[in-house]
């Protein structure tokens, strides 16, 4: 079992529902966020390249914020989901610090909070609040490790990338373009 | 200075000192536990659903409101079973849990009182409020007649007071919905195929193979079973073309972006037809079947050949045929989709006509992958005596207007100015649902027309701008807190949705049915509401409709079989267009006899004089006009608008991204506030653009209050459409100051 999320660029409108969704699924305070979107515009009018994309944690195979975590609050569990213990974090900032998709806050209440792939979700068999609500349906998520699986083959048959790889992190969001 | 009566209250109202609400960010998770202990707990956790229908925005999806066991609303989630949204919601339903959390939301009645020379707002009981209504549209009605009692209104807190409105006699009402909004298309279409756009659009998307978007940007606009359907076209291979001066999110979709110079798009439209009849690709058989006028058409548009659209439009002949190839190789499953905010340069209605004369030469009125027959449930009325006649209303207001098919905001407003000449006075208006003075353009006229009149309400959740106007001001509760209307709108299948109260009211807010009786019963129309709870009336209308309050509380939504037949053409039988004579009308006898071109033309409109740029605006997905940006959820996401300024302006006038300017347009009106810049290729070197709705003045509005520009306000020139007195507001310019313009006066 390896989880990962598909977000094809193509169809993402920026609409921000990904973000509204998380929050009021994960109960994220107002002013935070743990997915968010992202807008890239490249050549000169009218000659241009427009990219939106809803970015959160890429739920690293070798993520530095896990490595870098003082206490083991930071953690990997089954399925590759990288979810920190609010009890044993000391709100120390070094997985902040450590992270290259900025993906992580320091909650109102002292801990480190960040995406979960709704954990809590998946446990009841369901998709994570982003995935589900998402108007465009550009956002896809699945076990990597079954070759059958819809994530599985959108990155056998779609050409895509993903962020940051010069981090060497093995990230599981993934970008079809 | 002068003293206006009706000065717009912007001190804190007295008596309404601000209760902070203690909204301490709740831990699903609690604070001090571990993660997987609280999965399971989540897991377990018992949320309780409740059907409701978006109010949002005008889509109205419908959505189950989930609430936890101490009875707070935790989130909203579309509804599987709904052609609006099939199960999924946009930003704004999914923050809609923000509008009733909104700590700024009206609270109590408030009526206009005078303390130490000062306009304010006192607080008020309801039954003070509604007496104080009731006695002056009495004595209005007694001096004037109930016609001179006025409404402008929106969504579904408009519907219930409209009833209240015909009940006393009052036909006076407009909502800028229509000449603000989509009007010049419904006049457009029904000149043509005899029959409305309406909302949802009737375009079959989901199966086009072309998708034409002139103008309208789906993505920025979440019309949201559109969007979606949009992304499954994009998954299906279909060829996008988009004609839109900025690269819009739907432009940055498209195989084709045609970065017109903007008010040219009619001459673009009448170069293709000229293409499509030229090369003979369009569809003769449907023509031949079912449309008249085409050789007074084709003669027509033989002159406007693509070279001379390339002088008008800037866009090189070669991508005018080659786009209209595309369009004709995949027709009928093409859309030239009718747009909605349509109000442009005042020859509106003539572009929509455009719109719908290219879609009948592609045939895809009637077909798959293009427009497809709509229909919707009936919903009987509730028993109610009928309405009285009254004397005149809003078609005579509109009377100039010979093809209004609704009231004109415009007019009716123009009638409340003090004039001898004037046939139709307004003396009272009462606005419901829609915040007007970020909605219709020439603020100067509005205030002076506000000014004018005897008595003002105004109803709706929060403290938008317009309340600082009212006499009286009534708080409404969020959607999530009433029942209302049933919901039934065009669709493939006929379907309806309910909306049931989630939770109690909070403060003192009421809902709208519940205002329009209890004024109702103070005039003496208690018979037109005969009812303790609204819940009787959806009752009653669901069981004649074969289904129960019961069920529908279980389903939320209900699809019906379609009654009126296929939903596409019926290549074996003969369709009758619900035309005079069930034809398609390039060619309209009827605009020609009224005096107004019965095919269109292509007129020039005027140009940003040096150092002025066009003033576009548009939207985001995450707001609803002007009323979502106080909500919190939402306010999150996007706090104020930008101005888009091309590079190549930047430099000239020396602008950086995050700089604060102030606008200033063509009559020297400037902006209230300031706008930060944003620097970007996505606009052209001739105009700016920023997203409607911000710029709220209203300081009760804490987080919307002074955070970037109301585009409306600088709107002061308008071009009226003649044919149905839509008001296109896109030829005003606007020079841009880089030295704040109010340093020494007081906002």
Known sequence: MRYAMVIDTLKCVGCSDCVVACQTENDVPIGFCRDWITETVNGSYPNLNLELKSERCNHCDNAPCVRCCPTGASHSVAGGIVLVTADECIGCGACIESCPYDARYQHPDGYVDKCTFCHHRLEKGQLPACVSVCPTKCMYFGDLDNPNSEVSQLLKNRKHKTLAPEAGTNPHVFYLI | ?747
């Open chain 2, 1 to 747: 200075m002068t003293t206006s009566r009706r000065k717009f209250i912007k001190i804190s109202a007295l008596g309404l000192g601000a209760v902070a609400a203690s909204t301490t960010a709740i831990n699903m998770f609690g604070s001090n536990s571990y993660i997987d202990e609280l999965v399971k707990q989540n897991i377990s956790k018992k949320f309780k659903r409740t059907a409701t229908y978006c109010e949002v925005c005008f889509w109205k999806c419908a959505a189950w409101t989930y609430t936890n066991e101490d009875g707070e609303i935790k989130k909203i989630i579309g509804n599987e079973n709904d052609p609006h949204c099939y199960g999924r919601l946009c930003p704004r339903g999914t923050g809609g849990v923000g509008m009733y959390n909104d700590e700024d939301r009206l609270k109590t009645p408030l009526i206009r009182t005078t303390v130490n020379g000062e306009e304010t707002f006192r607080e008020a009981s309801w039954d003070e409020a509604l007496d104080l209504i009731a006695s002056k549209f009495k004595g209005i009605k007694e001096t004037y007649g109930a016609e001179s009692i006025a409404l402008i209104k929106h969504g579904a807190p408009g519907s219930h007071l409209e009833h209240l409105f015909k009940a006393y006699g009052s036909d006076t009402i407009a909502e800028p919905a229509y000449a603000q909004c989509r009007g010049p298309r419904e006049t457009g279409f029904n000149l043509t195929f005899g029959s409305w756009v309406g909302s949802p659009e009737p375009t079959d998307i989901r199966d086009t193979k072309c998708l034409v978007l002139i103008g309208s940007h789906i993505g920025e606009n979440m019309h949201n079973s559109q969007v979606q359907e949009m992304s499954d076209a994009i998954d299906n291979g279909a060829t996008i073309i988009t004609v839109d001066p900025r690269l819009s999110t739907a432009a940055s979709k498209s195989k084709y972006w045609l970065a017109i110079k903007p008010a040219t798009d009619i001459a673009l439209m009448l170069s293709w037809m000229n293409v499509l009849i030229e090369e003979g690709i369009y569809d003769a058989a449907y023509i031949n079947k079912y449309a008249t006028g085409f050789d007074e058409l084709k003669k027509h548009v033989s002159q406007f050949t693509p070279e001379w659209a390339y002088g008008i439009t800037t866009i090189k002949p070669e991508v005018i045929r080659e786009t209209a190839r595309a369009m004709a190789h995949a027709a009928p499953s093409v859309i030239i989709h009718p747009g909605r905010h349509v109000v442009w340069y005042g020859d509106d209605s003539q572009r929509a006509r455009a719109m719908a004369i290219l879609n009948a030469l592609l045939g895809s009125w009637g077909r798959r992958g293009g427009f497809y027959f709509k229909e919707a449930a009936k919903v009987p009325n509730f028993p109610a005596p009928a309405y009285p006649e009254p004397k005149w209303g809003w078609k005579e207001i509109g009377e100039k207007y010979p093809l209004a098919q609704m009231g004109i905001t415009t007019e009716v407003i123009k009638c409340a100015l003090p004039d001898k000449e004037n046939k139709f006075p307004i003396k009272a208006l009462m606005v419901a649902g829609t915040n007007i003075t970020k909605s219709i353009p020439n603020k100067k006229l509005l205030e002076d027309a506000m000014d004018a009149l005897d008595f003002m309400v105004v109803i709706d959740t929060m403290p938008m701008d317009v309340t600082g106007y009212a006499d009286v001001v009534l708080p409404e509760c969020t959607y999530l807190e009433r029942y209302d209307e049933i919901r039934s709108a065009t669709n493939r299948e006929p379907s309806i949705a309910i909306r049931v109260p989630a939770v109690e009211p909070k403060y003192d807010s009421k809902p709208a049915w519940w205002m329009a009786k209890q004024i109702g019963e103070r005039l003496g129309l208690g018979d037109y509401f005969n009812y303790d709870d609204f819940k009787e009336v959806i009752e009653w209308q669901l069981k004649e409709m074969g289904t129960s309050l019961e069920e529908m509380e279980k389903i939320g939504v209900k699809n019906y079989p379609r009654k009126s037949g296929s939903m596409y053409l019926n290549e074996e039988e003969t369709y009758h267009f619900p035309t005079d004579n069930g034809k398609i009308h390039l060619y309209s006898q009827e605009l020609k006899d009224l005096g107004f071109d019965p095919l269109p033309n292509y007129t020039k409109h005027p140009e940003p004089p040096q150092g002025f740029y066009r003033l576009n605006y548009g939207r985001a997905p995450m707001h609803t006009f002007s009323r979502t940006v106080n909500n919190p959820n939402l306010n999150d996401l996007k706090k104020e608008n930008d101005l888009w300024v091309n590079p190549k302006v930047a430099r000239i006038i020396g602008l950086k991204t995050g700089q604060e300017v102030w606008l200033k347009n063509q009559d020297e009106i400037i902006s209230t506030f300031s706008i930060k810049v944003r620097v970007t290729e996505r606009v052209r070197w001739d105009s700016v653009y920023m997203v409607h709705g911000f710029g709220h003045q209203n300081k009760k509005l804490s987080r919307a209050n002074g955070k970037g520009i109301n585009d409306t306000e600088l709107i002061t020139k308008v071009f009226t459409d003649p044919i149905m007195g839509g008001t296109g507001m896109r030829g005003n310019f606007v020079a841009i100051l880089t030295e704040n313009p109010h340093k020494n006066t007081e906002i």
